[in-house]
């Protein structure tokens, strides 16, 4: 799309950085892999520390394994203006998601200091640690650490090789023991801004780049674990089995089901991770373990399809002669961002001309957490054919520089403005 206005960011050097960043963790043509706390993924933050070095901000990495660039404030009693996203990746996963928000948010603040603006406030960029979760199935870990929203037992969490979090923070240097002094005041943030691929496919229908996010949807993850009886495949009658997996299939179908029942409504759900116990062929399964994640804007809606779920556990236990438990892993309601906020977004794409829609997040990100002590706002890029969490995600260039162009002139009237605007 063409705008009239002449961008203020480097578009070359953020797709430079985008592209180097993408070599770390590499798979396949255009995937990575770069789990939280892992080598690949400490790789990447030396990486994109040297950047922020580079271009003139302090740094330094927390308690939580975050990462942290901050340019002063005329002001530095003011409340932070925060921007960020994550670097950590799916296993899976694609080059764009999180990576964006963080090295756009870069090439905004370096775009400011070399345009000799001072903000009133500082400025931190910040890439999130453990966003996703899929190591320890449990995300939003460092957005949540700094917010003081940690939960009793994450430490201990482990991942597929057993490795606990807690090991894991010690062997990329973090304590801990520092996670108090890590935390951030009531009131020291005073906004929070991210930029993110859209990951869905809203603003491609609607021939958009940029879009307008209104609000974050309320994420439900569970864990469901059931238990029969394991036996030998071949001697055992099914009428006396008590086949723990075919009792999580009955489940995880039905569940499905459940959550297409209104084709018009925004909900979503999905068993993506699933463990067989003892995992052979010739022996009927003992127990299963499956997530569960259901998210919705419409919160009584939400909580009429958990208690569906409920009660199509007690049935098909009762059938098939099972029991179970279920863990609640993340429970978090619907979160929408700032009008104040939004207004300041949609004057910074009319300085250029920009179309902006406005749509919800079914997707959560950092901003959720954020969310809880801070006003904030974000900005979607458009997503080629809705995909993420897979290596062919793809974001243009273009979408990504005007994306990232919106995000420096939200910034620019952000930190020039007195700090209630």
């Not at 304590?175 to 020291?188: E, V």
Request: hydrophobic share 40%; charged share 20%.
């Amino acid at each position: 799309m063409q705008t009239t206005t002449d961008p203020s960011i480097n578009q070359l050097r953020l797709m430079q950085h985008i592209e180097e960043l993408a070599q770390i963790g590499r798979i396949a043509d255009t995937g990575v892999c770069r789990l939280a706390l892992t080598p690949e993924d400490m790789e990447g933050v030396k990486r994109v520390r040297a950047w922020m070095e580079g271009a003139g901000l302090s740094t330094r990495i927390d308690a939580f394994g975050n990462l942290i660039g901050r340019l002063e404030g005329m002001d530095s009693t003011l409340p932070i203006l925060m921007i960020g996203s994550h670097i950590d990746s799916q296993p899976y996963g694609g080059r764009y998601d999180g990576a964006i928000g963080v090295l756009g948010a870069l090439e905004a603040v370096q775009s400011l200091i070399e345009q000799g603006i001072q903000p009133l406030m500082p400025i931190e960029v910040i890439a999130f640690c453990d966003e996703e979760g899929a190591r320890f199935n449990k995300g939003l870990f460092g957005s949540r650490g700094i917010t003081n929203q940690l939960e009793e037992g994450e430490l201990e969490r482990q991942d597929k090789n057993g490795v606990t979090r807690r090991e894991a923070l010690e062997a990329c240097g973090c304590s801990p023991a520092d996670f108090a002094a890590a935390a951030y005041s009531p009131g020291s943030i005073g906004h929070y801004l991210e930029l993110h691929i859209e990951q869905g496919p809203v603003l491609e229908a609607m021939n958009a780049p940029v879009g307008l996010v209104t609000g974050i949807s309320g994420p439900l993850w569970l864990t469901v674990t059931m238990k029969g009886m394991a036996g030998h495949a071949g001697s055992v009658p099914m009428l006396m089995r008590h086949d723990a997996l075919a009792g999580s299939a009955k489940v995880i179908a039905a569940f499905d089901d459940m959550v297409r029942e209104d084709p018009d409504a925004p909900t979503v759900g999905t068993v993506g991770s699933l463990r067989v116990f003892p995992d052979s062929r010739n022996i009927i399964p003992e127990e299963v373990s499956f997530t569960v994640d259901l998210r919705d804007m419409d919160m009584k809606r939400r909580n009429r399809l958990q208690a569906q779920l409920m009660t199509l556990l007690d049935e098909v236990s009762s059938r098939y002669g099972l029991t179970y438990s279920v863990n609640e892993d993340t429970n978090s309601e619907p979160r929408y961002c700032a009008e104040s906020i939004m207004s300041v977004i949609r004057s910074a794409a009319e300085e250029i001309q920009l179309p902006l829609p406005e749509l919800m997040s079914g997707p959560f990100h950092d901003a959720l957490a954020l969310s809880y002590v801070c006003d904030y706002g974000m900005i979607f890029v458009r997503s080629k054919d809705g995909i993420s969490h897979h290596p062919s995600e793809y974001s243009s260039p273009e979408d990504i520089a005007l994306g990232t162009e919106v995000l420096f002139r939200t910034i620019r009237s952000m930190c020039i403005l007195p700090k209630e605007a």
